[in-house]
């Protein structure tokens, strides 16, 4: 069973930066695609960015220009670097792959963006 740890987030004022961790519990990295999602409060779960194996990478357009995803293989660790940050991205971020599997799904770490 795989197990991913995110951490890192916090309370961060508009316009801040945070890095955002994902820990496995395993070596996936070696097989999967890598993804970043965020729910807002009452709004379903929403991809973020991914990263493959390789080190491609690809953001969704609100993000994009501002967020950074990142591995390292070698610590089963995938960070996300997020820039600029808004109030309106206030939300739980999860980790999972890309695409995502139900049973990966974390407790997630609160990022709150707030004056």
């Known amino acids: 069973q795989v197990q991913l740890v995110e951490s890192g987030g916090g309370l961060v004022q508009p316009g801040g930066s945070l890095r955002l961790s994902c820990a496995a519990s395993?070596?996936?990295?070696?097989?999967?695609?890598m993804g970043w999602y965020r729910q807002a409060p009452g709004k379903p779960r929403v991809f973020v960015a991914y990263?493959?194996?390789?080190?491609?990478?690809y953001y969704a357009g609100s993000v994009k220009g501002r967020f950074t995803i990142s591995r390292d293989n070698a610590k089963d660790t995938v960070y996300l670097q997020m820039n600029n940050l808004k109030p309106e991205e206030t939300a739980v971020y999860y980790c999972?792959?890309?695409?995502?599997?139900?049973?990966?799904w974390g407790q997630g770490t609160q990022v709150t963006v707030s004056s």
């Open positions: 395993r070596s996936i990295f070696s097989i999967d695609t």
């Open positions: 999972n792959t890309f695409p995502t599997r139900d049973t990966y």
């Open positions: 990263i493959t194996r390789a080190g491609s990478t």
